[in-house]
């Protein structure tokens, strides 16, 4: 079975964490989230992967190789120009012409039964299936109206309060049959959402829904990726230390799934569900509590707290220090006696210097470097960086 996968996008809604990566580069558990995406896939039987590539498509070619370390067959398709969703599809033709394929985003981060999603279109008379998903909120979406026949009845993108008349949201993810190619322009930008469908509904075409079940996210924020993380880290059923383990007067309570040569020094707790990457230092008295991922080569410094949050890798956390539900990215420092609320977004090689408060809901551009004793309140941007947030 053949599954298109779309990495075109760049990634402004989650920077600063996509200026030095694409989207699907993002770690998710200390694996960049396309690997966790594709391995789900080919379990499923979906083993013949079209890969449509427009930023930093180096970054995913490198992650995923041919495929063979996942069971799959990998093919990349370039872009030169930006081609919307439906459009990066038509670009990659040639090779999904021979039967029906599943279409996903590369950012999509999902447990969902997409063998069931995919048997259930062909069983339908519909050109394409749409998958939807119930969500509290659906005003970031695009929503359906359905029938009992599960016919899509309108669309509706990102209603405003007053236009909700459903919430069930597009997942971004399709079963198209080969002939949708009929009905994307070449080389145009065109997408799926906000061109296709409606122009198909007008044309009198029956388009199908699937009502998903399971978890989902588009990870198109800061709060929704670590909301995917914590369910990967659920999902860690038990303590797997792969190679040395050094530990002295600590615990570690698992499931936590531990690299070669970290140590964790006397009356540190560790606490799981947690994944704690190779070389990782933890000094005394430090307390990692449960849906922590912490990268490769981190240094944890005396009496420091870590409670739910995404360190990547190289980080030093100084003592004293309490990082809650953040995410801080690679290279980065953090002096001694900071508080990181909830929320905060820390990019690469920034330093903290001692006694910094970061207030949640902030997020701080690569390489700033923040005066000790310093209240951030607001974001705090580098003028080197693109400083949009807005779009894909």
């Not at 890969?51 to 970054?59: K, P």
Request: charged fraction near 20%; aromatic fraction near 8%; include cysteine.
């Amino acid at each position: 079975m053949k599954v298109c996968i779309m990495c075109g996008g760049e990634g402004t809604r989650l920077r600063p964490l996509t200026f030095g990566r694409p989207k699907p580069c993002i770690p998710i558990v200390n694996k960049p989230s396309i690997q966790h995406l594709v391995s789900h896939l080919a379990n499923l039987g979906f083993t013949d992967v079209v890969i449509t590539l427009g930023y930093m498509s180096e970054a995913i070619e490198e992650a995923l190789g041919d495929g063979s370390l996942f069971g799959v067959n990998v093919t990349y398709v370039h872009e030169k120009t930006k081609l919307g969703t439906a459009g990066s599809v038509k670009n990659a033709q040639k090779y999904l012409e021979e039967q029906p394929f599943l279409v996903v985003g590369g950012d999509h981060v999902v447990d969902l039964n997409l063998l069931e999603f995919y048997r259930e279109h062909l069983t339908n008379d519909s050109i394409t299936t749409i998958g939807l998903i119930s969500i509290d909120d659906p005003t970031e979406y695009g929503i359906a109206e359905i029938d009992a026949n599960y016919q899509i009845k309108r669309f509706k993108e990102k209603p405003s309060p007053g236009e909700i008349f459903s919430n069930l949201a597009s997942t971004g993810m399709y079963v198209c049959n080969p002939d949708i190619f009929d009905h994307i322009p070449t080389g145009e930008k065109f997408d799926f959402a906000r061109n296709l469908f409606p122009e198909l509904m007008e044309e009198g075409y029956v388009l199908k829904a699937w009502l998903a079940r399971g978890n989902w996210s588009d990870v198109g924020s800061p709060r929704s990726l670590r909301e995917a993380e914590r369910w990967k880290l659920q999902d860690i059923g038990f303590t797997n230390i792969s190679g040395d383990l050094y530990i002295k007067g600590a615990r570690v309570l698992g499931p936590a799934q531990i690299g070669s040569c970290v140590s964790v020094a006397a009356n540190s707790r560790v606490i799981g569900p947690v994944s704690i990457g190779a070389g990782t230092i933890i000094e005394e008295n430090v307390v990692i509590g449960p849906y922590t991922s912490i990268g490769e080569g981190c240094i944890i410094k005396n009496s420091a707290k870590v409670f739910s949050s995404s360190i990547y890798n190289r980080v030093v956390i100084g003592r004293d220090t309490t990082i809650s539900g953040s995410i801080i990215d690679n290279d980065t420092f953090i002096g001694s006696g900071c508080n990181i609320e909830h929320d905060t977004v820390i990019g690469p090689h920034v330093v903290l210097k001692s006694d910094v408060v970061v207030h949640s809901g902030t997020r701080l551009w690569p390489e700033v470097i923040i005066p000790e004793g310093t209240v951030v309140k607001e974001h705090v941007l580098n003028e080197d960086y693109d400083t949009r947030t807005e779009g894909s």
